[in-house]
């Protein structure tokens, strides 16, 4: 069945639109990932606080954060961690849930921090939705010190061909009709399936990742390909 072209996302990412998309999801966010995702959401986070592997006392960006789901696994194990996201909703939501986070609304292209402020910085689920990924790469790099890390975690391109086509068959008929029946904003979920379909695949990625300043550059498959978790290495003297 076609998609109704007043259904059609805008990829363009405009920034505003894309801010308002989140704000409009913001309180139901959590509980909708995990219903679309049949739980495999809370087992990708972990895979990522893994990769990360950051220590007590070390300090960690968490952008995209969202409400915060991906920053509390880090906080709760002591290390200082700075969850922040483009969404005010997002932002405001997530300060209700936990306060004792130091929520930053911060726009991923243009970062509110020092030169390599951090130990690490992740997103999980967010690059997708940056106007220019190349030039969030690049701001990820600055703020984080030479020696520290990056972990992205992002949907990809399963490289079975017979999981590919079941995970294009989930994501054009059933997520639709699934999110529908979770979240009053379907729009915003038109936008994700468009936008993974529209994603590079996991090498396509890492060559970004390389550009950007990042070495030591590699990725792990999770959930079949479903989900690449792409690592790097800050490389040289911040800029």
Known sequence: MSTPARETADLTKQPHEVSAMFDGVAERYDVTNDVLSAGQDRWWRRAVVRAVDARPGEKVLDLAAGTGTSSEPFADRGVLTVPCDFSLGM????????PDLGFVAGDATRLPFADGAFDAVTISFGLR?????????????????????????????????LLRKGYRFYLHQVLPRVAGLVSSHTDAYTYLTQSIDAWPDQRALAAKVRAAGWGDVAWRDLSGGIVALHRGVRTGPTN
């Open 91 to 98: 932002v405001r939501t997530g300060k209700r849930r936990r």
């Open 129 to 161: 939705n940056v106007v220019d990924v190349d030039g969030a790469l690049r701001e990820m790099a600055r703020v984080v010190r030479p020696g520290g890390r990056l972990v992205v975690a992002e949907f990809s391109t399963p490289p079975n061909a």
